[in-house]
């Protein structure tokens, strides 16, 4: 059974770091495209950063020179460094990847991981 599993949230202070993990369990599968994914309350579901197998990332303008999305293909894991943050990056985080099983594509979420920047 695949499952992706985010860590890492936390209660941080405005200006503070936090980095979160996600982790893809299971076997036969590859991994290509990857993302990280945030809601705040009353809010809909936003894209905060991809990343593809090879290497090459995408960020949403309001954490662009904040945050740094990397990954691990031996690993299956993906990261997400959260540098200066403030308030308004607090939000439930959640993964995202496009997982390929022969030939066939699935898209999974992680549960989310509860990320709040408050002092």
């Known amino acids: 059974q695949v499952q992706l599993v985010e860590s890492g949230g936390g209660l941080v202070q405005p200006g503070g770091s936090l980095r979160v993990s996600c982790a893809a369990s299971?076997?036969?599968?590859?991994?290509?495209?990857m993302g990280w994914y945030r809601q705040a309350p009353g809010k809909e579901r936003e894209v905060v950063a991809t990343?593809?197998?090879?290497?090459?990332?995408n960020y949403a303008d309001s954490v662009k020179g904040r945050f740094t999305i990397s990954r691990d293909n031996a690993k299956n894991m993906m990261y997400l460094q959260m540098n200066n943050l403030k308030s308004e990056d607090t939000a439930v985080y959640y993964c995202?990847?496009?997982?390929?099983?022969?030939?066939?594509?699935?898209?999974?979420w992680g549960q989310g991981t509860q990320v709040t920047v408050s002092s």
């Open positions: 995202h990847a496009v997982l390929t099983f022969s030939s066939t594509n699935r898209a999974y």
């Open positions: 299971g076997s036969g599968f590859s991994i290509t495209g």
């Open positions: 990343i593809t197998r090879g290497g090459s990332t």
